[in-house]
């Protein structure tokens, strides 16, 4: 256990649904990072926060996600009008500036 | 729990043997690098880390070199344990302290 949680750890919808993920990092760390994971692949880059400002979001991201960090702590990840291909782990890690990310259990999301 | 890495290349090892895990990165201006352990149904996990101004680093069972010429990492485990099966990636840091990983290895450890 890295002392990051993520809740659900699984969640299956159908297509057109939306869901939402939350992520609570380690409590004295400033940056939180979401990253996507599909089978056979490495984890992909989706967006990061320093604190409560979204500092960076990867063209994977796309008008259908929606990430906050309102109070600079826990983090939501919102996907909208789900679709087939939006199936994967999404991973959450959270470190300090320049630190070691430490990487929460991930929640699975299948869209039926 | 989650199959992660169904087309990715496989090493099956012999336990007590070492093993050598490759990864190629792709950035040359990246400084930094990471390699991380991934278990069935789990987050990746740190495992050692090396920067640019060093070829060589070692941990405790484990060691990363660093060839910056052909842009190329390595991942030595001593003694390979079956608690050492897992998905392996490389990862190079990149400006944010945002990580891009690496395509990942199968590691299997026979007893």
């Known amino acids: 256990d890295t002392g990051v949680s993520q809740d659900p750890r699984h969640k299956i919808t159908k297509r057109g649904q939306n869901v939402t993920f939350r992520c609570d990092p380690i409590s004295e760390h400033n940056r939180l990072y979401w990253y996507r994971q599909t089978l056979g692949q490495g984890p992909e880059f989706l967006t990061y926060?320093?604190?409560?400002?979204?500092?960076?979001k990867s063209r994977l991201l796309s008008d259908r996600f929606s990430a906050e960090r309102p109070k600079g702590s826990f983090s939501t990840l919102e996907i909208q009008r789900t679709e087939q291909g939006d199936s994967a782990m999404y991973l959450c890690a959270s470190s300090l500036e320049g630190g070691e990310q430490f990487f929460g259990p991930g929640t699975r999301l299948t869209v039926l | 729990g989650e199959s992660v890495g169904l087309h990715l290349p496989t090493l099956s090892v012999q336990e007590g043997d070492n093993s050598i895990i490759n990864c190629a990165y792709s950035n040359s201006a990246s400084d930094y690098f990471i390699w991380y352990k991934q278990e069935s149904g789990k987050g990746p996990q740190f495992i050692i880390d090396?920067?640019?101004?060093?070829d060589k680093r070692q941990g405790q069972r484990v060691t990363v070199l660093l060839n910056k010429t052909v842009k190329h990492l390595s991942l030595q485990i001593a003694a390979t344990q079956p608690g050492d099966s897992a998905v392996y990636f490389c990862a190079e840091m990149e400006y944010g302290n945002k990580l891009v990983f690496g395509a990942g290895t199968i590691l299997r450890v026979k007893s």
């Open positions: 090396i920067r640019s101004n060093m």
């Open positions: 926060f320093q604190n409560e400002a979204q500092l960076e």
